[in-house]
């Protein structure tokens, strides 16, 4: 008689089924004009709008899928580019409005240019990754779409006197929001570097790293590697931003454990990007990558005494947010994963083993499907902050990039197009 174990979390099994059971729990979220939020069963809910984000980001992972062969994909990831070219972007005026409008056929020009909402970096930026991805896919109108988002983003988006990312604007194009923001620019990091990629123009590499730049070397290493996520339009941080919304999902107060993460792993993707276009990589994208990830471990795992990493720290590293996401155990593990490869040295493989094992214990949901997106201090399913799982983005690159190795990009590890087209 012969008995069946399951294979350890994080091992090539373990990580080929994950992939996809996601995936299978991602096709619940297509809806007419787009890609919808999920609820914590999968269904989608239908009191919230289309939004930009989540139906790129939807689009990356099916193209992707895609690439990886799964029968199902290729006409998720055209439906979300059709969505991307159609009810998402204002064909009128240019860009990619946040949400679908609320507009009705009666309204004056007037009344639907004040119902339309805003144009912000952070979906933009994922209109990028998604047009990227679906470009090395060879899926049909990803390339122009592609274009067409990098023109939005160096027309409107770029700020080249501070070499970054402006925060967003109205529907018009008129009025720039008096605030700059981390999370987004972060985003574009990994954007730009999947757009050269899916371009062959380098150019878009050095935007990463100029990004890269002035938010890790000028600030987080002037913080002691925590890192101010809030900015006025000059790029001064400010510290008490969102102090009386310290939960909010997009703009949390104070340092934001997963962010650290999630740029100790752009960073080395970064220094590869850099390495495969000929171009010297500064010593420090590997230092810095090293000093994030060391502090965001030292400080926010296990910090209340609970297994898990606090979702915001204040800025003497006490907990502000305790809530565990999921997020932030998906790019846990990506940054060691890729650390060990690019250091060779077994304590990250160690780190490595051990979220995986705390995500199969705590976050994948076997019953409902995907991972539970938000867990309290005591590692029990919650959604203070997160409702629902809107989205398999984070959890299917964690459990994908393992699988096909370490590149500039995802699709560029599928390819084999990482800095060469």
């Excluded at 050269?196 to 100029?210: E, I, P, Y």
């Excluded at 964690?398 to 699988?403: E, K, S």
Aim: with cysteine; glycine share 8%.
């Amino acid at each position: 008689m012969t008995t069946s174990t399951r294979p350890s979390p994080g091992s090539p099994a373990w990580l080929g089924a994950e992939e996809h059971r996601l995936v299978d729990f991602a096709v619940g979220a297509a809806v007419p004009d787009g890609f919808g939020w999920l609820d914590a069963r999968g269904a989608t809910e239908p009191d919230r709008p289309t939004e930009t984000w989540i139906t790129a980001r939807m689009t990356h992972v099916f193209s992707l899928a895609h690439l990886r062969g799964d029968a199902r994909a290729a006409e998720l990831a055209d439906h979300g580019l059709a969505a991307l070219d159609g009810p998402l972007r204002d064909a009128d005026l240019g860009g990619w409005f946040d949400a679908v409008p609320e507009e009705t056929a009666t309204a004056s020009d007037r009344e639907r240019s004040q119902k339309r909402p805003d144009k912000s970096a952070y979906p933009h930026s994922f209109v990028v990754l998604a047009a990227s991805s679906a470009t090395l896919a060879r899926r049909p109108g990803a390339r122009d779409l592609l274009h067409e988002a990098l023109r939005v983003f160096d027309t409107h988006f770029w700020e080249p006197e501070a070499d970054c990312v402006r925060e967003s604007w109205d529907a018009g194009w008129t009025v720039t929001e008096p605030y700059r923001g981390a999370n987004s620019a972060m985003h574009w990091v990994e954007a730009l570097l999947a757009a050269a990629d899916a371009t062959g123009d380098t150019g878009w590499t050095r935007r990463a790293l100029a990004v890269a730049e002035r938010l890790v070397r000028g600030v987080a290493a002037e913080h002691d590697w925590r890192l101010p996520e809030h900015f006025t339009p000059d790029w001064r941080p400010l510290p008490d931003y969102n102090r009386d919304h310290p939960d909010h999902p997009f703009r949390p107060y104070g340092s934001t454990t997963g962010h650290l993460l999630e740029w100790a792993r752009l960073l080395l993707h970064l220094e590869l990007a850099l390495e495969r276009a000929g171009e010297d990589a500064p010593a420090w994208l590997r230092a810095d990558a090293e000093h994030l990830f060391s502090n965001a471990v030292r400080r926010g795992w296990n910090v209340d005494g609970a297994e898990g990493f606090a979702y915001t720290l204040d800025w003497e590293d006490r907990p502000v947010v305790r809530q565990r996401m999921h997020w932030v155990t998906a790019e846990a593990t990506m940054a060691a994963w890729a650390l060990a490869l690019r250091t060779g040295e077994d304590s990250y493989t160690e780190w490595y083993e051990r979220w995986w094992d705390y995500a199969d214990r705590c976050h994948v949901d076997r019953e409902h499907g995907s991972w539970r997106h938000e867990l309290d201090p005591g590692n029990r399913p919650s959604g203070s902050v997160w409702a629902g799982k809107p989205d398999v983005y984070h959890a299917y690159q964690a459990t994908l990039m393992p699988q096909v190795g370490f590149s500039t990009s995802v699709a560029a590890a599928l390819t084999g197009d990482g800095g060469r087209r």
